[in-house]
């Protein structure tokens, strides 16, 4: 007798749809939801987490694709970063196929999924500038079959969070049928977390741009003021493009707006300057921000 | 060998734009030296099966565990394990009263702690350890040990170290060498200046450290682990256990990477003091945070550099301040001083020179021996140099650096004469007369591979391609009068020859070389490396290339002796003497081809034995000024690096490594050109993304996330335009070490590139992305 065996008698269920997921999660509040599990069992393996129960959503089938509602498409949970990546999906949301691609190695690619990096939350979540961008509303199941919907920035800034056996069945996002793209700053040439990520998506229909700044803060940040005034530059009508200039200000406005100046202290005088490393970084934010524009509107 | 391997091994030497690798595969041998032998362990380490200590299993083991500190700095005022003793299933807690033997080891100098007693010095030190019989339960009863610490302002700035209350009895200054060659008063008409600063990589083993202690009945111990230094790690832990040597056996398991030293003895003393006080087997693998918080680092340095020059580019003098940070504990930070100081001033002629080195303790994490140490932080600021001089007097840097360059007979500032060929210039110009790899202009824009990455934010408007030139040097064996013996066994049976050396095979390719030094003397096609333990003679620690040459050297010997054996009483037989015999095929054959025998027959059955040594001739420890026949040999490179820089971001992708090494002599092309493609990257790692960062003594985020390894899509094309084979005389088969200098002159090949790209200094590695951003209308 090892004390090795309370440890052995975990319990795994394996619910083929999205309700009987929440049912297991309700019959037993310390299970942990787990899909690809390339976040969680990290945590396991670190000894940070021992959960005694694990409800798979692997063989929900209903999650690992996306089907189409209202002008929009409500893309399922479950959906793998490597999927999202295909040319298919690239044809309809291109900026989320281009942080999927960008979001690691081929094996956390496989396994990870769209729903896993909402409910993880992780600063450096690619997919999250994105979504914040397309400002996309999350579907949640509950108990009894209940569904809710809540942005998806709410979940991420707190203000909404899941209740015990809910969990994010769907994410609803608007087929905007205009050009996006994702950029991304990383450390080294090969796969790695984002320095700093932006999103830029065009809503030709409503005459605007959305962007999204990921990673240098704790959730993704909205330039909204940058974003109304280069929307009111463009010609919506016509060729669309910008001078350089005004790409420029533009990256430089999304900048500043999301890395702000140190606050004057209130005896008067100069604000003491950024350090040179968040300087840089606001620079970083500027050159995505200008270029992510640009190819956009190209 | 199967035949796969055999194939992929000759796949590979393909790719060595050498002179012998270009031999047409019919004429090659499949024999013996300079043949692409594969290694014998390949299919097992492709196909995964090769076992490693983490694979280890024994009837009924227990799960160690260790306590770390979660300070850099603090007084220890109590420690309670009461509660981790009461835990179910928890067989064993010690702390340092638990020693039966000594309470400190180091493996150069004692000074360093089993456990913690009074006093913490860097973050991750061990406490306690814990046996228990699941990790799990091992874990927590290792969390549940109550310390209590009276936490202290820890010194991490080695800068400050000198006038700091002393962390240690033996105080804070671990060595000082005052190097001093020449005339002090001498001035150049031109003199450029630098500080220098790089930063602490991790040899980042792809296999953390594990092991498995199992008491014998003797009262004694073995412990299975991956050590490269067999021999000194039984020593440490006989002293530790209160045991006689003989009573101690360290047995060499697979090595998943080396390119320090392995293992930390940090995880093998708790193992085998845990095992001896459970009366049973004892397990523990170290997760990622472990290895990083437990094993040396390659020492943070400091650098200011002022280099004298005539107005034709001729150095006049070098003056230089080396500072490096040795963390908590000595280590080999003395060898390491020694090599920064002699190779302050890189494989040129300096008249002068005047380099004050210093090796300080500090609450950072402890630094140790890595790969080109000492030698690798001083080639970036020498370089570095090089080319701020070069810009200065407007000549081109690889002519200034040719203009400079060291050859045999030269005298390094240490005194010592050059006598190895030191075909520096050659090297030099064999990269820079290599053709530069061309722009992707034809290809479509989607499929340039920019800095930033395939799915990166690069944009070729914004990206600028840099040429940047580094010579390097670096030093063979161990320095300064150690004693680098090595002993080893051959022994022919049934056609059958076995090799029985203590030399670890750390994936450095010695067990391959060893099958090929008897296939060369004997002729006998099947030969086995048997594998590593302390019952065997030492051979020493896997550093410095010393296994390619004392080891593979005694291998030699003792092969030739047991061919002499072998041939003597045929030699008589024939009336002629064995150098006229020749092995092959089985046959013993007369050097006209007249007579001759079966290689069986002339065994009739018998074993044959033979032992021996190499030990190459001595060295001196340097003076007090710094001066002394410190080194056995030297091994140079020179390497032009191409790279591109996204000057609004600051990334870097290294394009192209072209690198030139005088190896001596080609023993195995394809082994080679891993060993220096894997030196090259594990350069570039230190040049752009490898430094484990840490606040106020704390390690930061130590994790293969954190800390950026470079990835195949990291590593360049690297291009091997010329290996210089001019045999060293003093070395077994005139073959120098090779893993070791590409290391070193990487990352300052790199930093010259990025110069050249940006136009700013770059003075700090890693190259930080705000160093590396230019304005955009160049």
């Known amino acids: 007798m090892t004390t090795h065996a309370p440890q052995a008698t975990q319990s795994v269920t394996l619910p083929a749809s999205l309700d009987e997921a929440v049912a297991a999660l309700g019959a037993m509040p310390a299970a942990v939801p787990v899909a690809g599990g390339t976040d969680l069992m990290s945590a396991v393996n670190k000894g940070l987490l021992r959960p005694s129960g694990l409800v798979g959503l692997g063989r929900i089938s209903e999650l690992r694709g996306w089907h189409y509602q209202d002008g929009h498409a409500l893309l399922g949970a479950g ?63 509950g108990p009894d079959g209940a569904r809710r919907e809540i942005p998806v920035s709410h979940l991420l800034a707190g203000r909404d969070m899941l209740e015990p056996a809910e969990l994010i069945g769907f994410v609803r996002v608007p087929l905007l049928h205009a050009p996006q793209v994702f950029l991304k700053a990383t450390g080294r040439t090969g796969p790695g977390r984002a320095t700093a990520s932006v999103a830029i998506v065009l809503d030709p229909a409503r005459r605007g741009v959305r962007c999204a700044v990921g990673a240098i803060a704790p959730m993704p940040l909205r330039p909204l003021e940058a974003e109304r005034w280069i929307a009111s530059l463009i010609d919506w009508d016509g060729e669309r493009g910008l001078a350089p200039d005004a790409l420029a200000a533009f990256g430089e406005y999304v900048a500043a707006a999301c890395i702000p100046d140190q606050v004057p202290p209130a005896d008067g005088g100069e604000a003491p300057p950024l350090p040179p490393a968040v300087l840089h970084l606001r620079r970083t934010v500027a050159a995505l921000a200008r270029r992510a524009l640009g190819r956009a509107l190209s | 060998m199967s035949n796969d ?29 300079g043949v692409s032998l594969p290694p014998a362990d390949a299919r097992a380490k492709t196909e995964g099966t090769f076992p490693y200590a983490a694979d280890l299993w024994a009837e009924g083991l227990l799960w160690a565990a260790v306590l770390r500190s979660p300070h850099p700095h603090a007084r220890i005022l109590s420690i309670d394990t009461s509660a981790a003793v009461a835990m179910a299933g928890v067989r064993a807690v010690i702390t340092h009263e638990d020693i039966p033997g000594e309470r400190a080891y180091g493996r150069r100098i004692v000074d ?79 003199v450029v200046e630098g500080l220098y600063r790089i930063g602490r990589q991790d040899p980042a083993p792809i296999g953390a450290e594990a092991g498995l202690a199992v008491p014998r009945p003797d009262g004694g111990v073995e412990i299975y682990t991956a050590s490269t230094d067999p021999h000194t790690d039984r020593d440490l832990a006989a002293a530790c256990f209160g045991l006689e040597p003989e009573r101690v056996k360290v047995v060499v398991t697979g090595v998943p990477g080396a390119t320090g030293d392995r293992e930390e003895p940090g995880f093998q003393l708790p193992l085998g003091l845990l095992a001896l006080r459970t009366g049973c087997p004892v397990k523990l693998t170290a997760t990622r945070e472990e290895s990083f918080l437990g094993h040396s680092h390659r020492h943070p340095t400091l650098l200011r550099y002022r280099h004298h020059a005539d107005t034709d580019g001729r150095l006049v003098k070098v003056e230089a301040q080396i500072l490096l940070d040795a963390g908590a504990y000595a280590e ?60 200065k007097l407007g000549i081109d840097p690889a002519e200034l650096r040719l203009r400079n360059a060291l050859s045999t007979g030269d005298i390094l500032p240490t005194g010592q004469t050059v006598t190895c060929p030191a075909p520096v210039s050659e090297l030099l110009t064999a990269v820079q007369d290599f053709p530069l790899p061309v722009l992707p202009k034809d290809a479509p824009e989607d499929d340039w591979l920019l800095p930033g990455g395939p799915e990166g934010a690069g944009e070729p408007g914004a990206v600028r391609r840099g040429v940047g030139y580094a010579l390097g040097m670096v030093h063979m064996l161990g320095a300064e009068g150690a004693d680098e013996v090595s002993t080893a066994t051959v022994r022919v049976h049934d056609g059958i020859a076995t090799v029985i050396c203590a030399a670890v095979e750390t994936g450095q390719g010695f067990s391959t070389l060893a099958r090929q030094v008897v296939q060369e003397t004997l002729g006998i096609e099947e030969v086995h490396v048997a594998s590593v333990d302390t019952d065997q003679p030492p051979a020493g620690p896997a550093t410095h290339g010393r296994h390619t040459w004392v080891s593979a050297g005694a291998v030699e010997r003792a092969a030739r002796m047991v061919r002499t054996q072998l041939l003597q009483p045929l030699a008589h037989k024939f009336g002629m003497s064995t150098e006229l015999l020749q092995i092959a095929d089985g046959k013993i054959t007369s050097y006209d081809g007249v007579l001759s025998t079966t290689v069986t027959e002339a065994m009739d059955g018998k074993e044959l034995w033979a032992t ?21 040999g030297l091994a140079f490179c020179a390497i032009r690096a191409v790279v591109d820089v996204d000057i609004e971001i600051g990334s870097v992708r290294v394009v192209e490594m072209a690198v030139a090494q005088d190896v001596g002599r080609v023993l195995n092309p394809s082994q080679l050109a891993t060993r220096i493609e894997a030196g090259i990257t594990q350069g570039i790692g230190a040049a752009l993304t490898e430094n484990l960062r840490s606040a106020r003594g704390l390690i930061r985020h130590p994790d293969l996330t954190g800390y950026a390894l470079p990835t195949a899509l990291d590593a360049p094309e690297i291009r091997i335009v010329k290996l210089i084979e001019e045999r060293d005389v003093v070395a077994p088969f005139g073959a120098k070490p090779a893993s070791a200098v590409p290391v070193v002159t990487s990352p300052a090949a790199v930093a010259a590139a990025v110069r050249a790209a940006t136009g700013r200094p770059i003075n700090r590695l890693p190259i930080r992305p705000q160093a590396a951003v230019a304005a955009s209308n160049s």
């Open chain 2, 112 to 190: 360093r702690p089993v456990f913690a007693s009074d006093l913490v010095r860097h973050h991750g030190e061990p406490i306690a350890a814990v046996a228990a019989d699941h990790p799990d339960t091992a874990r927590l009863a290792a969390a549940a040990i109550a310390v209590e610490y009276e936490v202290l302002e820890p010194v991490t700035d080695p800068e400050k170290a000198f006038a700091a209350e002393p962390l240690h009895p033996d105080g804070n200054l671990i060595r000082h060498i005052p190097l001093r060659y020449g005339d002090p008063e001498i001035t150049g008409e031109v």
């Open chain 2, 612 to 632: 021996a040594q190499c030990r190459p001739h001595p060295t001196e420890p340097l003076d007090e000024s710094g001066q002394g026949d410190a080194f056995v």
């Open chain 2, 5 to 33: 391997a055999a194939t992929a091994a000759n796949a590979t030497s393909t790719r060595i734009t050498t002179p012998t690798a270009e031999v047409p595969e019919a004429e090659a041998p499949v024999l013996g030296l």
């Open chain 1, 79 to 141: 959906l793998t970063h490597a999927r999202m990546g295909r040319p298919d999906f690239a044809a309809l949301i291109p900026a989320l196929a281009a942080s999927a691609r960008a979001a690691g190695p081929p094996q956390i690619r496989n396994a990870g999924t769209l729903g896993g990096n909402i409910a993880t939350a992780a600063p450096t979540g690619d997919a999250l500038p994105v979504l914040a961008a397309l400002e996309a509303e999350l579907v949640i199941a």
């Open chain 2, 332 to 391: 080999s930070s003395s060898e390491s001083l020694a090599a920064a100081v002699a190779f302050a001033c890189g494989p040129y002629v300096v008249p002068h020179a005047f380099i004050e080195g210093w090796a300080v303790r500090t609450n950072n994490p402890p630094s140790g021996h890595v790969r080109g140490e000492g030698a690798m932080q001083v080639c970036t600021a020498y370089e570095g140099q090089m080319d701020k001089l070069a810009a």
